[in-house]
């Protein structure tokens, strides 16, 4: 046998020299994160920061010293990412860490609770459960409702219609994850905007429905789902004898942020049989304000929601949930295994595997915890406002300015725009130009066949005068 | 417009100031998980932990100081967490994290890189294909392999059989992704050992074709796929005129760590045109050490590899790999959307979204390069081979003992043993009571419907001396 105390070092122990070592380790790391400041980001190109990256031996025969592998991951990585806390990275729904989230990951990694089984995550999974009444609570659902908590947007949006699809099947007798699709599943629809995220046509597509069994419903002005066109499409549907399994409303598009109307979508729902799932990954953290939450109204009415953290949130990747109406919604999912979640555990023991598409998984909820009673509700309510009230104000400075032209309101934190006389080259050559310059992160779209440039507001730091500066560094670019 | 300057102090910042207050809270971070030592977890109940979670109000209207919040949740939660690194915790495939991937946790989070575009992530995107041809070459694949980083191995065995069954269909002219399951796939099988991890099973619920199609092949004595069986299961099939799309061969079960053959399972595989994915989550690792590597012979004739690194690599959740073959399997996949991964971009930009079925997607790939590179390759075979030797300790004390029995060799890491004249009861009220006293993690099973106990050796500090213990206290518990 191996001599293990050589080894003693490496692993997180929680003794006063344990704690010591990674308390050191961790200053090491933060001091890994002190670059040249490079904007945005830096300018290297591809190939050389492959060439940065590809210096390092991965696995060399003998270990490097834990410094200095920090350090060299500081040269080669960390001076050259993206910043999302920068004024100038406006293209994504990316956003900046909140510092109680950041260091919550050290706890989280040490501590590595893996929230499948009771077993590994005996108060972990109560802080699970407990967050996901809080939402439960906020969105204005039942005492029924609860959630889980997800790797992403995407993955939420999978499990509400692996819910859906499962709840469409037990409707005709069928038990899909058995059986597999009913020759009737040729008949499923899922119903979503023409704006919605690019994840539902994804999901139809893993769930073996294909992506072609995802009808696009057209929206209005602003991005949001159109009530007429949907009455119209489920009119069409019907008479094609085609069955709405599910409804997707986006509270939030991923480019304009617009917000269907949930109620009234709820009501069509309801009358067709369909599951009604809100993508509530971007405009969900309204929940938070008195003033925002009326843009949400019939949210509560939803059978499954996606609430997205790392987005309005603050959250960094991953920390996302998908939380239901009713909890018993999970049963449709559950698949026991020997190893875990047996069912014949002591009293109040939750082995949440069973309402997650994945095994293992880490604790990020508590990450959540940390950073919302640390920043409490008036605060977060007054960021979020903040980022909506730019936006608007991002959309009045390119109304009064000749060089831009709104393509649609503004509805949440981004704002989407062209430049009269300009074609999708000239946008193209813009963005790539910002990016490769290490000026700006800007994004790029196309809405209704129509490329435009597009700016996200997630970082609560940045004010109007940093607006005013983005838009005249465009201008300059379009200029030439 | 808000005054933004009371929120700076919230928001991950590089410069000194920032940098400054961020190692602070990262200090009382570490410092939080300084807690009473309760063994291998605290004795309190589900009911005495949700007391203690729901006395935390998560968002009350004005913040609490960060110190408060992170002590809160030490006494709450870091308390009554299991502990990886405690030798009494030997349950489940649950790593102790080591240091350098811990403290990276920092760094990634900080950074907050988000590997769908590169216009998020432009030198993470190059670390994460870095670490992809590492695995590749470790595998033993050609140059034209590479991989992506998953969720954990649910979700790598998930993306593995969905280009399977893509793969399937475009053989027969059929885009699954955008029409959905044909007529035909109603003859579609996975075949995988009747040990093989219940993620097989439901990945073949989420793509639509039902548990029913996965065809479970009988295993040997020792838990392994029997090459004869799958033989007769191939040709029962042909007799019935169902279709082999995906074979799965596990490195490493989940309760007895057998070892499919894979070389005896890629040749049938590539006898029927089926896709041969290799599930080594936990046997992966194998690949890291001379002695072992051998074990895994023809795990470089896979298509599609499953690599764990929150397992047998020491990762804090999440961190695991797909590996193909072929890079360009991946474009059985690829959805364009309008906002990320257009094609359009600058020369070397590599969108990664385009391999995932995630979206946004945290920077994992960071912690496993700062682990393997301060580990080195021989302290990590090390360590890896002081675990396989502790699995035979443990079995060959088993078998010298008239408590208990084996219930099949060892194959990796873990012990899989029953008590003479001791039934499923029994076994189950040792179990929970050592699990409710917080005197012992222990795995409970079933295999083959023999209810069984489970040793997993996850923690490379633990000694033969530390295998005594816990079957002496094992022993007591069921004499008594």
């Keep these: 046998m191996s001599d293990v ?5 490496l692993f997180v122990a929680t003794d006063a020299r344990g704690l010591a070592h990674l308390a050191h380790a961790a200053g090491v790391a933060v001091g890994s994160l002190d670059q040249p400041s490079h904007g945005p980001r830096s300018s290297l190109t591809p190939a050389q920061l492959r060439a940065g990256v590809r210096a390092l031996d991965i696995c060399p025969p003998d270990g490097v010293d834990l410094n200095t592998v920090l350090d060299e991951l500081g040269a080669a990585v960390w001076a050259h990412g993206v910043h999302p806390l920068d004024v100038a990275c406006v293209a994504h729904l990316h956003p900046p860490s909140v510092v109680p989230a950041v260091v919550s990951e050290l706890t989280i990694a040490s501590s590595n609770q893996s929230m499948d089984s009771w077993d590994q995550s005996p108060a972990a999974t109560e802080v699970e459960l407990h967050l996901m009444d809080f939402l439960g609570t906020r969105i204005g659902f039942p005492a029924s409702a609860s959630g889980v908590m997800t790797s992403g947007g995407t993955a939420s949006n999978l ?3 692996t819910l859906a699809r499962s709840w469409a099947a037990s409707k005709i007798g069928v038990d899909v994850l058995t059986s597999g699709l ?3 599943a040729r008949t499923w629809r899922f119903l979503a905007s023409n704006q919605a995220h690019f994840s539902v046509q994804r999901a139809a597509a893993q769930l073996g429905l294909g992506r072609d069994a995802v009808v696009s419903v057209p929206t209005d002005d602003t991005g949001a789902m159109d009530i007429v066109a949907l009455d119209a499409t489920l009119e069409l549907l019907n008479g094609q004898g085609l069955v709405p399994v599910a409804i997707v409303a986006t509270a939030g598009t991923t480019d304009l942020g617009a917000i269907d109307p949930a109620s009234l979508i709820a009501q069509r729902a309801r009358d067709v049989g369909a599951w009604l799932h809100v993508d509530a990954a971007v405009a969900g953290a309204f929940i938070m304000s008195e003033r925002l939450r ?10 499954s929601v996606t609430i997205d953290f790392h987005k309005l949130w603050w959250q960094p990747f991953n920390a996302s949930a998908l939380v239901v109406r009713d909890v018993e919604r999970f049963d449709l999912l559950r698949v026991r295994s020997h190893y875990l979640d047996r069912g014949d555990e002591l009293e109040g023991m939750v082995n949440l595997v069973g309402r997650s598409l994945d095994t293992s998984r880490r604790f990020d909820a508590a990450k959540v915890v940390a950073s919302l009673r640390t920043m409490g509700q008036r605060t977060f309510a007054a960021m979020l406002e903040h980022l909506v009230d730019l936006a608007v104000y991002a959309a009045s400075a390119i109304d009064a300015s000749d060089d831009f032209e709104l393509v649609a309101p503004v509805s949440t934190v981004s704002c989407v725009f062209d430049a009269p006389g300009r074609d999708a080259d000239d946008l193209r050559r813009v963005q790539q130009e910002l990016l490769a310059d290490g000026v700006m992160v800007l994004g790029r779209t196309t809405i209704n066949k129509r490329a435009a440039l597009k700016f996200t507001f997630m970082n609560p730091l940045a004010t109007s ?3 005013d500066e983005l838009l005249s560094v465009v201008a300059g670019r379009l200029r030439g």
């Design 182 to 184: 009913p020759e009737h």
């Design 5 to 9: 105390s050589a080894w003693r070092e």
């Design 294 to 303: 009326e843009r949400l109204v019939g949210l509560e009415l939803a059978d």
């Design 465 to 467: 005068d940093d607006v």
């Design 159 to 161: 499990l509400g219609l």
